[in-house]
């Protein structure tokens, strides 16, 4: 098939770019940010994270899950992201709608006897389970991810909510950390959120 043969720049591929554009106008179609997975399960379940049945005070007999994944301006997967909170602690519909900024500033608001007081972050390279990677549309089998999880818990240790996300190689991890309040945590002074 030839589309606009005699019109065509000389060194470039009309078929090629043709190709490009249809591909591209598929691709426009997919949202930056898809709800894969929005659950209430039991502690009990396969797949629930470990820690929230060390909660004395939070209720986390019920967990709710939610599973997203972002694309990046080129619609192309960046980001797999799963969180995990005990479920009475805040709506699905929360969970499932709001960024993470969002989700910590409501419960700060609303829950003041639970906020977040503390988050364990580890940072690791692996390669992604077989389900992730088709989720990614990582082709090479091989290809490695970036996986960050962010354990957030209360003063009393209670654990409120877990962030786990995959990031591809090609994409950039990056985060804001509060040094006046590293600073008052370390030197053990009460700390004035105002």
């Known amino acids: 098939m030839t589309v606009n043969a005699g019109t065509w ?22 949202p930056a ?12 379940h396969e797949h629930a994270p470990d820690g929230f049945d060390e ?12 599973r997203m994944l972002h694309r990046d301006e080129c619609h192309e997967p960046a980001r797999l992201i799963d969180r995990w909170m005990p479920a009475g602690f ?6 499932r709608d709001k960024d993470l900024g969002e989700i910590l500033d409501w419960i ?3 829950r003041s006897d639970s906020a977040p007081w503390r988050v ?9 389970f077989e389900d992730d990677r088709i989720l990614m549309e990582l082709l090479d089998t091989g290809e ?11 003063k009393d240790d209670d654990l409120l909510l877990i962030d786990y996300s995959l990031l591809t190689t090609q994409h950039l ?22």
């Open 108 to 110: 700060s608001e609303n």
């Open 9 to 30: 720049p000389s060194d470039e591929d009309p078929e090629e770019e043709f190709f490009d554009e249809l591909i591209w106008s598929v691709m426009e179609e997919r």
């Open 173 to 194: 991890l990056s985060y804001e950390r509060n040094l006046e309040w590293e600073r008052v945590l370390e030197s053990g002074e009460p700390f004035d959120a105002e």
């Open 144 to 154: 490695i991810v970036i996986a960050h999880a962010q354990h957030y818990y209360a």
């Open 55 to 66: 909660n004395d005070r939070v209720d986390s007999s019920w967990l709710s899950h939610v």
């Open 120 to 128: 364990s972050e580890t940072i690791r390279i692996h390669r992604p």
């Open 33 to 44: 940010r898809q709800l894969l997975t929005a659950e209430q399960v039991s502690i009990e």
């Open 90 to 95: 805040v709506p699905l519909g929360m969970l």
